[in-house]
């Protein structure tokens, strides 16, 4: 298919609501951590922190990022199947967020989940007529066996498992990976649902296939007049599906507007960091400067301060949020690269980074050489071996270590860049209310 047609396909004009299908507003889903004898709730993991966004009728909204960004977990908040902490998930102008599962259940056939993984997500004892059919029946949209196997052959039929009476009787084991994606695509569908969360449902499939099955779900999204908000972490199955995506960062959204200005003029360093991982097939270019983001995704039980890239992004820069950690990392990683004799004096400076205390505001040194450490941390400011120096304010020698001090940086807020949606200090230092 190409570009031009695909386009064409996920854009339905006729017939659309007014206003969003789905308003998202200061949505987080937090999870508690439980420890101690006692299972005492001393933390939470905020796997999302916060995120607003719309998805208009008719359209696909993608979401991506790296896995542990929390895509899964806002697209099942999103369907009430994780409970959110707060936020509203305002859907057709009736907030989702407060109502209770009994007020859900009526809803419960207009919104509907494609899963990743098509072997865990069908009962291998249920026949596809069971395991397809089975939500007419809970609903109440079919009645008697004959109905509901009649409506299950005729969805098979549309996702493309022919002649669908040939499927009604088997079990999915014996079927290929890419038939059981339809089957799970099938089931998702068969209550006629106007949303429809698909998390990864090509991922688990070979290349092969899963052109096809992307082709598909375009088909029945003109067909049936669906809404999807599409989660993965491929930015090219993005760009071919998609009319808007948001880019998702540890429970964050930092970038979201229309696809092909994402593609064509990121404004984020994360989004340009995952545009320059996808790899191109123009030998050309094979040694083009990635600016690929450091280390791995921190855990978002313990977030970064400032900016939650900032300790990643090769454009961070003073009002970040540089803290304590930062510093001890960047000690880390230096020792990395340097000669065994550096890596020893350095080291019998700070005294061993196990000494020191770090907390936001940043980090005291309590063993090691005092008038070393503080002649050594005054160079790397004087020098700008690092952008965290920008941020110090303060290297206070003290009887019994060195104190670091560093300036506010506060977490960005989304604003208005290039007719999309940022939350980046790049752009302007905007402070997020919490």
Same mark, same amino acid.
Request: hydrophobic share 40%.
């Given at each position: 298919?190409?570009?031009?047609?695909?386009?064409?396909?996920?854009?339905?004009?006729? /017939?659309?609501?007014? /206003?969003?299908?789905?308003?998202?507003?200061?949505?987080?889903?937090?999870?508690?951590?439980?420890?101690?004898?006692?299972?005492?709730?001393?933390?939470?993991?905020?796997?999302?922190?916060?995120?607003?966004?719309?998805?208009?009728?008719?359209?696909?909204?993608?979401?991506?990022?790296?896995? /542990?960004?929390?895509?899964?977990?806002?697209?099942?908040?999103?369907?009430?199947?994780?409970?959110?902490?707060?936020?509203?998930?305002?859907?057709?102008?009736?907030?989702?967020?407060?109502?209770?599962?009994?007020?859900?259940?009526?809803?419960?056939?207009?919104?509907?989940?494609?899963?990743?993984?098509?072997?865990?997500?069908?009962?291998?004892?249920?026949?596809?007529?069971?395991?397809?059919?089975?939500?007419?029946?809970?609903?109440?949209?079919?009645?008697?066996?004959?109905?509901?196997?009649?409506?299950?052959?005729?969805?098979?039929?549309?996702?493309?498992?022919?002649?669908?009476?040939?499927?009604?009787?088997?079990?999915?084991?014996?079927?290929?990976?890419?038939?059981?994606?339809?089957?799970?695509?099938?089931?998702?569908?068969?209550?006629?649902?106007?949303?429809?969360?698909?998390?990864?449902?090509?991922?688990?499939?070979?290349?092969?296939?899963?052109?096809?099955?992307?082709?598909?779900?375009?088909?029945?999204?003109?067909?049936?007049?669906?809404?999807?908000?599409?989660?993965?972490?491929?930015?090219?199955?993005?760009?071919?599906?998609?009319?808007?995506?948001?880019?998702?960062?540890?429970?964050?959204?930092?970038?979201?507007?229309?696809?092909?200005?994402?593609?064509?003029?990121?404004?984020?360093?994360?989004?340009?960091?995952?545009?320059?991982?996808?790899?191109?097939?123009?030998?050309?270019?094979?040694?083009?400067?990635?600016?690929?983001?450091?280390?791995?995704?921190?855990?978002?039980?313990?977030?970064?301060?400032?900016?939650?890239?900032?300790?990643?992004?090769?454009?961070?820069?003073?009002?970040?949020?540089?803290?304590?950690?930062?510093?001890?990392?960047?000690?880390?990683?230096?020792?990395?690269?340097?000669?065994?004799?550096?890596?020893?004096?350095?080291?019998?400076?700070?005294?061993?980074?196990?000494?020191?205390?770090?907390?936001?505001?940043?980090?005291?040194?309590?063993?090691?050489?005092?008038?070393?450490?503080?002649?050594?941390?005054?160079?790397?400011?004087?020098?700008?071996?690092?952008?965290?120096?920008?941020?110090?304010?303060?290297?206070?020698?003290?009887?019994?270590?060195?104190?670091?001090?560093?300036?506010?940086?506060?977490?960005?807020?989304?604003?208005?860049?290039?007719?999309?949606?940022?939350?980046?200090?790049?752009?302007?230092?905007?402070?997020?209310?919490?």
């Amino acid at each position: 298919m190409s570009e031009h047609t695909a386009a064409e396909t996920r854009r339905p004009d006729d /017939g659309r609501e007014q /206003g969003p299908l789905l308003d998202v507003v200061d949505l987080h889903t937090h999870f508690p951590v439980r420890s101690g004898l006692l299972s005492r709730t001393s933390e939470v993991v905020r796997a999302v922190d916060g995120v607003s966004f719309d998805v208009q009728p008719g359209e696909v909204f993608g979401l991506v990022g790296e896995s /542990g960004s929390g895509k899964t977990t806002l697209g099942r908040t999103l369907l009430k199947l994780v409970e959110p902490t707060s936020g509203s998930i305002v859907y057709r102008g009736r907030d989702l967020a407060p109502l209770r599962e009994q007020q859900m259940r009526p809803l419960r056939r207009e919104l509907a989940l494609v899963f990743q993984d098509p072997n865990a997500s069908l009962n291998p004892a249920m026949t596809v007529a069971q395991g397809v059919g089975h939500p007419l029946l809970i609903h109440g949209l079919v009645e008697g066996r004959t109905a509901m196997r009649e409506q299950v052959a005729a969805m098979l039929e549309r996702v493309g498992l022919t002649p669908g009476e040939r499927f009604l009787d088997i079990y999915p084991q014996d079927l290929s990976g890419g038939q059981k994606q339809r089957l799970v695509i099938a089931r998702a569908l068969i209550t006629n649902p106007r949303f429809v969360v698909a998390d990864e449902p090509v991922a688990a499939l070979d290349m092969s296939v899963r052109a096809r099955v992307l082709e598909l779900m375009l088909e029945l999204q003109k067909d049936l007049g669906l809404t999807y908000l599409f989660i993965t972490h491929d930015l090219a199955t993005a760009r071919f599906l998609c009319d808007r995506i948001g880019i998702l960062y540890l429970g964050n959204l930092v970038e979201w507007g229309d696809a092909d200005a994402l593609f064509d003029d990121p404004q984020h360093p994360y989004t340009q960091a995952l545009l320059n991982a996808v790899p191109l097939p123009d030998p050309g270019r094979r040694d083009r400067d990635k600016d690929l983001p450091v280390g791995e995704m921190p855990d978002a039980q313990s977030p970064p301060t400032g900016c939650r890239f900032h300790p990643r992004c090769p454009a961070a820069f003073e009002p970040c949020g540089w803290s304590g950690e930062d510093l001890i990392q960047f000690f880390e990683r230096r020792w990395t690269q340097l000669d065994t004799d550096t890596v020893h004096s350095e080291l019998d400076a700070t005294g061993g980074l196990h000494t020191a205390d770090t907390d936001a505001t940043g980090v005291r040194f309590r063993a090691g050489n005092t008038t070393a450490l503080a002649k050594l941390l005054e160079q790397f400011r004087d020098q700008r071996v690092h952008p965290l120096f920008d941020a110090v304010t303060g290297i206070e020698r003290q009887s019994d270590g060195v104190a670091v001090t560093f300036g506010p940086g506060p977490e960005p807020a989304l604003q208005q860049v290039a007719g999309r949606r940022v939350a980046c200090h790049l752009h302007g230092v905007v402070p997020r209310e919490r």
